[in-house]
């Protein structure tokens, strides 16, 4: 039974769960004000290892957090419990990073598209790192390397080559309207 609890409440925490319809949208509204937008993960199986404080998704997996969505074949998600929070002493739960593989894309909401072989989402900093044929797409423009690095805060990306292949971009001029 406490396991089941335990189970229970990193799903709760981490927002592993469909979104539930709120009676009252002033409380919605509210929450969306002063709490964490929810990461909601979908995938055909879950397997969840709180001793190793992962858990995997298999299959058709498609994460949607408030600007981005990432599709990919697998997904490990780590997380950590954090320290007593002030408002109850609850123990929290919290995910450290996220790591996606197999056909990896990422659409962001403020437009653009990167695919890769994989992605590691690093929560704290905000920032994604793509490697294995990364490629960051926007409109007709890309660049492309061996890693790309996202500062998603910052609106930010750092190219890399690691051998002799160099970074490549490829950028249109864009027509001022009259």
Same mark, same amino acid.
Do not use: H, R, W, Y
């Given at each position: 039974m406490r396991n089941l609890l335990s189970f229970l409440?990193? %799903?709760v925490s981490i927002g592993l769960v469909l979104p539930?319809?709120? !009676?009252?949208?002033s409380i919605q509204k509210e929450?969306?004000?002063t !709490?964490? +937008?929810a990461i909601v993960i979908r995938s055909n199986t879950l397997e969840m290892d709180?001793?190793?404080k992962v858990v995997q998704f298999k299959g058709d997996v498609?994460?949607? +957090?408030?600007?981005?969505? *990432?599709?990919?074949? +697998?997904? %490990?998600?780590y997380y950590e419990n954090s320290t007593a929070e002030k408002r109850g002493g609850d123990l929290g739960?919290? *995910?450290?990073? *996220?790591?996606?593989?197999g056909n990896v894309k990422i659409k962001r909401a403020q437009g653009g598209v990167a695919t890769a072989d994989k992605a590691v989402y690093y929560q704290q900093d905000e920032k994604m790192v793509l490697t294995g044929r990364p490629i960051v797409k926007q409109g007709d423009d890309f660049v492309e390397g061996d890693i790309i690095t996202?500062? %998603? +805060?910052e609106d930010r990306v750092v190219v890399e080559s690691s051998g002799e292949k160099r970074v490549k971009a490829m950028i249109f001029p864009k027509q001022e309207e009259r």
């Open positions: 409440i990193v %799903l539930v319809p709120v !009676g009252s949208e929450f969306e004000k !709490g964490p +937008k709180n001793k190793q498609n994460a949607e +957090k408030d600007d981005f969505v *990432i599709t990919c074949e +697998k997904m %490990l998600v739960t919290s *995910i450290k990073k *996220i790591v996606a593989t996202t500062f %998603l +805060k």
